[in-house]
């Protein structure tokens, strides 16, 4: 399986912005990189996804490399509520094989938020 | 909208029994879900995919006679833990994929406790 390394942890302070790096050096591609995040005792929650470009959403924006082999979340002003454990993934794009859509969990990134 | 439910929340049972959990897509139909295993601080290992109307794959490593998948509905899966014991217990978490989509949705998990 495609892996992603990520740093163990990152703190921030609230209201600042945030910068979660990933190196996903082996990613193929086609390919997409997933960001979800997890609060403690819940379900994973979709952040973003990309594949080439820069992509925003209402939640976050990911900055991808020129190359692919390095990406950037970016939460722009941080808040209590985004303290979770962020994932990072390279998932599988095959279509119509059994691991279409398959997402590998790493250790991922625990941000820490102060306020 | 895409929310996931799981159905129990969390269950305690004695060894040797089985469980049954339920995962439910409530606002759009899921062709394929997902089911992993969380066990405390580590991440979320996925167990199967599960495709509606055909059999579950199973990942390497996961026996399929102890965690019977049915994906019986666009909007149901179940997840039953036969003969648990003790080892069993963690936090089960599904995730539910519309057709086509890269995103996965997912469940707010069942606690497992296997006395």
């Known amino acids: 399986d495609a892996k992603t390394t990520q740093p163990n942890s990152m703190e921030s302070n609230e209201e600042e912005p945030v910068h979660l790096p990933c190196n996903h050096s082996?990613?193929?591609?086609?390919?997409?990189i997933h960001w979800y995040r997890q609060l403690p005792s819940q379900g994973p929650e979709y952040v973003i996804h990309?594949?080439?470009s820069n992509v925003n959403n209402r939640m976050a924006s990911l900055a991808i490399a020129e190359d692919r082999k390095s990406s950037t979340l970016i939460l722009h002003r941080a808040t209590l509520r985004d303290a979770a454990v962020y994932y990072c993934i390279d998932g599988r794009s095959n279509a119509g094989g059994t691991s279409y859509g398959k997402l590998t969990f790493g250790q991922g990134t625990i941000l820490t938020v102060h306020p | 909208g895409a929310v996931v439910s799981q159905h129990p929340s969390w269950v305690i049972c004695k060894s040797g029994t089985s469980v049954k959990i339920e995962c439910r897509s409530l606002?759009?139909?899921?062709?394929?879900m997902f089911w992993y295993r969380q066990f405390p601080k580590q991440s979320l290992m996925l167990m199967a995919t599960?495709?509606?109307?055909?059999?579950?794959?199973?990942e390497q490593g996961v026996e399929k006679d102890k965690f019977l998948i049915n994906h019986a509905s666009l909007t149901l899966s179940t997840l039953t833990v036969t003969s648990a014991h003790p080892e069993d217990s963690s936090f089960y978490i599904c995730?539910?994929?519309?057709?086509?989509?890269?995103?996965?949705?997912f469940g707010p998990g069942t606690r497992l406790t296997v006395t």
């Open positions: 995730s539910a994929r519309v057709r086509g989509g890269y995103e996965q949705y």
């Open positions: 990309g594949l080439t």
């Open positions: 606002d759009f139909q899921a062709t394929t």
């Open positions: 599960s495709n509606e109307g055909s059999k579950a794959t199973y």
């Open positions: 082996t990613i193929s591609g086609t390919d997409y």
